[in-house]
């Protein structure tokens, strides 16, 4: 059975840095086509943060995040993360890890073409 279980989310004050994980486990981390990260703040819709494709490699950030967040894996401990820097209030949300099996063709920022869903890791951003 897979899990992804998000950790690292916190208080943290405006300007203020969080990294994020998600750890995989009940799947082999290179059988996923991609893994991605998406919030939702209160009483509003879930919305793509960053994203990660395994083959070919490349990474996507919603407009509101690049340049402030990073993306990345840790194969040897089948876990993705996201540094999130430059905190702002508008990034308060809840945080969820997702994964996708594929195809190759995946849409990155589409919260439909993911397959499993981790519980979201509260972050919240003090200003």
């Known amino acids: 059975q897979v899990q992804l279980v998000e950790s690292g989310g916190g208080l943290v004050q405006a300007g203020g840095s969080l990294r994020l994980s998600c750890a995989n486990s009940?799947?082999?981390?290179?059988?996923?086509?991609?893994m991605g990260w998406f919030r939702q703040a209160p009483g509003k819709e879930r919305e793509f943060v960053a994203a990660?494709?395994?083959?070919?490699?490349?990474?996507a950030y919603a407009n509101s995040v690049r340049r402030r967040f990073t993306i990345s894996r840790d194969n040897a401990k089948n876990t993705v993360y996201l540094q999130m820097n430059s905190l702002s209030s508008e990034d308060t949300a809840v945080y969820y890890c997702?994964?996708?099996?594929?195809?190759?063709?995946?849409?990155?920022?589409?919260?439909?073409?993911?397959?499993?869903w981790g519980q979201g890791t509260q972050v919240t951003v003090s200003s």
């Open positions: 990660i494709r395994w083959n070919p490699s490349s990474t």
């Open positions: 009940g799947r082999t981390f290179n059988s996923y086509a991609a």
């Open positions: 997702a994964a996708s099996n594929g195809p190759p063709g995946t849409r990155l920022r589409v919260s439909n073409d993911y397959d499993y």
